[in-house]
């Protein structure tokens, strides 16, 4: 067998030990949230059908999916002509049926569909599983990531979008953040500002041209509208609107105003401020509020062919860093799959710009990188037989411990003790086995104690 | 877009919540032992190199992998020739270079050679992440399951080998498994016995032959062993060899005394005695001994063309099942990918017969199909008002707690309750709002109280 030089496909990744630790804080503390406002986890196989896939992306969409070889002669049911034509496109469907998880919101309407009889609705359910896109690989874009998604199905209530609004909030503060914004706005209100200027058909030239304001200004914004086919006259009615000021009350009073002849702008309106009712009344018990991280933008479109009402982002402000979460309701997603009429609203979190998030801004906790709590030295024979009984005894406490597992310099065992983050190791030498008082050092202040096991027990517990 | 009655792929798996939370359970008790004995978690990505995979399996493992069609125009540089050859087999590496992980550890020899420099040996990790076969799925074999692996490479210490077998005593336990055996042999032990009756180039036969013992019986693995060029004479002598009764120190004498002229034989009994002894000193501080699960077996012979020292398996008998789990030592992991003598020992858990074994034996914890904790019910505006300060203080104490979001019938309610395993309603009616005190209803009892909402925080905070 020749030797490989091992390496990994572009875009994939290795996650040692100390990252898994990190990502799973991240994760453990998501689903912690979700859990707690009552959302379920499912998954779904890393493979749906090709079919299941196909089409609901858009056709760069459709390039970027994995599609799997079928197993076996897959080329033998190929007509000639087929092969001859040397047509990629063409021939995948013949020689693959099944591709890899593109998303989770595709799989999660196809899951929908397939088990709506055993599902009592509303279903609120979550999930936090890799995706596979042939992306170009680029700093910051991977081909494998983790989605994390959380969903409810089949209820209009805008509960549900206040609570994603809290469940944001909580997630994030949990994990230190402390200036980060979600942005809300509503599709409804860009539809009436498209219908308030006259141009109802242009509604998403107009929300891909105000939708970078952030990023190319009123000037850019001005211009990209004039080239997507406004006039100087519909650029005059927009400008006041998308550079609204004020707190979210303030921009509602004049939105209002402005969209008071757009009934579909009026509902959009309305549906806010029942949010920021219920968001309120949520909140009527806590000691902190979450209004000043919550910010009305209505210049925010996501995703807005899909969208039917909320849109949802979520932006750190202490660190450069794109959006670390999005979302919003649509009013049909199972439709593809042939049940219609199923209101929905989702948001997601960005785990991967998260993870590089609290880095940069050091916080993860100084647990997050901890594993083994304790180490205990091995210097020969007898000091490994008078060790292992004690090793036991710590496990049995519920200490996370484990030998150095033969006899070794104490140089060796003490670099092993640091490249793990070990904080404790317990040195066991002749002297120590003579009086039963064991040195029990800490590997961070360099401090060492002499303990009896009771002790040194007693003193890891804490 | 023609609607799809959907479907998934065969041999995959959709995980419902009640599913996953029972998974979930057994992957972490798993994972918290492993960690509690030093053992740390990494992941790798679901898609290899083809090159990384293939030889590695054998031709029929190589025709078992999910390969992965190459983006773009993957017929591009393919020759006319070949492609008119119509090999389905040689055309395999013309048009993919990746294909899905077959199993964990050909990934972590792969991460360990890359990862070398960064490693501090010897290095204990662990591993619980799905891997995919082609195989033909059928009842308790699909096509996506997990495996959960724990290994430690660079270490020649039969403290590790002890220390597996304290981890499956102790993983196994947590999970209410009573009855269960951890059978342990050794590869020297093996060609020992080849060596003395005088055919060690038949061990792997001869192993084959008696590891059938269970399934076909003495005259079964007698005329397997005839088939396979052992002589009667040779029989006579594996006769008492393979019968061994006794304790397992009965058999070790035994052993002791017949494979007194094989040195290798003789190797692997001590190396078998020094794991018991090991063992028994890790656990002379404990209240239970392991002794009644564990069991020498000279018939177990799994995976031998790969280990060179200790072998595992664990069964169940409280239920008939296969293997719940298996391992062993192997001197040469990584030596396919050029870092030679590294030698490693690891262990696996088969977490989806376990998963059965526990749905059989209602081993699962109630807890485990238990997800909200409370659910606040919801008949008109007035009583959503009321309830969504309290639901917020529930979350806030860190109960798990949800609305039904919007207003509906009674029965309605209760359903949604039961479905989702909600052991807690909160009723508000009229009655309620007025006097303060709600009606706290026990699902599983019936038994209805009226509390204050501070009441019914304590009691759901227990």
Redesign the interface.
């Known amino acids: ?1 020749a ?7 572009k875009g ?6 100390s990252e ?2 990190k990502r ?1 804080h991240i994760f453990n503390t998501i689903s912690s949230v979700f ?4 959302y ?10 090709l ?2 896939l196909t ?1 609901k992306y858009g056709d760069e969409g459709d ?2 999916i ?4 079928n ?6 049911n190929i007509s000639t002509e087929k ?2 034509s ?3 496109q063409l ?2 469907t013949e ?4 591709a ?1 998880r593109y998303d989770l919101t595709v799989p999660f309407a ?2 929908v ?3 709506r009889n ?1 599902i ?1 609705f ?1 279903f ?2 979550f999930q936090i599983q ?1 995706v ?1 896109r ?1 992306d170009r690989p680029q700093k910051g874009r991977y ?2 990531f983790y989605q994390c998604d959380a969903d ?1 199905v089949g ?3 805008l ?2 979008e206040a609570e994603f609004v ?1 469940i944001y909030h909580e997630a994030l503060s949990k994990l230190g953040l402390k200036d980060f914004t979600i942005k809300i706005n509503n599709r409804k209100i860009l539809s009436g500002i498209a219908e308030i200027i006259g141009k109802p058909e242009l509604i998403v030239d107009m929300t891909v041209a105000i939708d970078k304001l952030d990023k190319i200004g009123l000037d850019g914004v001005t211009k990209e509208l004039i080239d997507r086919g406004f006039s100087a006259d519909d650029i005059e009615k927009l400008k006041p609107i998308i550079l609204l000021t004020g707190s979210n009350e303030e921009k509602l009073g004049s939105l209002r105003s402005v969209l008071s002849a757009s009934e579909t702008g009026l509902k959009g309106i309305t549906e806010i401020e029942t949010i920021f009712d ?1 968001l309120q ?6 000691q902190e509020t979450i209004s000043q991280n919550l910010e009305l933008d209505i210049t925010l479109a996501r995703g807005l062919n899909y969208y039917t009402g909320a849109i949802f982002e979520v932006k750190t402000n202490e660190v450069a860093m794109g959006s670390i979460g999005g979302g919003g309701r649509y009013d049909d997603l199972t439709g ?3 049940l219609s009429d199923l209101t929905g609203v989702g948001i997601s979190f960005g785990a991967d710009r998260i993870y590089d998030v609290l880095e940069e801004l050091k916080l993860f906790p100084e647990s997050a990188s901890e ?2 709590r304790v ?1 205990i030295s091995n210097f020969d024979e007898q000091a ?2 008078f060790a ?2 004690l ?3 710590l ?2 406490k ?6 150095y ?2 006899s070794a310099k104490l140089k060796k065992q003490m ?2 003790a640091d ?2 983050n070990i904080p404790y190791v317990i040195l066991i030498g002749s002297d120590e086995m003579e009086t039963g008082l064991l040195t029990l050092k800490n590997m961070k202040s360099g401090e060492q104690q002499k303990l009896s096991s009771e002790q040194i027990i007693a003193a890891l517990s804490v």
Chains 1, 2 share one sequence.
Do not use: C
């Open positions: 067998m030797v490989i030089k091992p390496s990994i496909p994939t990744r290795d996650f040692s030990a898994m630790v799973n859990k707690k406002y009552g379920q986890e499912i998954q779904t196989p890393t493979m749906e059908n079919t299941t089409g390039k970027l994995f599609k799997v070889l197993s076996g002669d897959y080329l033998s092969l001859d040397r047509n990629s021939l995948i020689i693959s049926e099944k890899l196809r899951y569909v397939m088990h055993e009592s509303p609120k359910r890799p596979w042939a081909r494998e409810v209820s209009e209530s509960i549900n809290l219920y009344l949520l909140t009527s018990q806590n593809m799959f042939g594993s083994t180490l490994e037989k292992l009984p090793l036991q005894m496990r049995n519920g200490i996370s411990a484990e030998i597992p033969s670099t092993y490249d793990k």
